[in-house]
């Protein structure tokens, strides 16, 4: 092996190291924040774990898990697990009765923008993620149509359903995202 070669095997190296190093402090600072991610999603402490970890794996495996996207890629990487752990399908017809119109960006919550957690849990799995995905994590209705393969009107009934049964609930609970 060539000094040349020497050089760029350590080069490649430092640079994995440091990407490696980066990425366990965004989740060793926000392992709150994004195991309550992945629990949101699944609703289920065990698929909650499953696809935490899962997301650490991934994330030590990726290459692009770096500086200021290092804590946006981690949540969406634990995003994906969850979709193929759930895989969640929109469930509501075409035909259904449309729930209270909120504008967008509005949400059923007190003034802190909390929201109640049980009633959250209790959706369907495919409005519990656009919930998750559009009114906390902010995703726009295409790319939640795109990450979970369906139409954007389908995320708009789901977002809606679920909007309208946190309006029902009238229960608040603290969610940090």
Known sequence: MSASDRNQEITNKLIRDAITEEFIKVFYENIDALYQ??????????KAEKCFVAGIEDCVKENRM???WARSWAKRIILG???REVKPR???????PSPTALSQGE???????HFALETVLRLGDFERFVFVMSVLEKYSHLECALLLDC???EIRRGRLFALDELVSSRQV???AP
């Open 81 to 83: 697990n969850a979709i």
């Open 107 to 113: 949400t059923p919550s007190d003034s802190d923008g």
């Open 37 to 46: 991610l992945s629990f949101l999603l699944t609703a289920d402490h065990e």
């Open 151 to 153: 139409s954007v009107s």
């Open 173 to 175: 609970f603290s969610f």
């Open 66 to 68: 770096f500086g200021e």
């Open 90 to 96: 929109p469930r509501l017809p075409a035909s259904s």
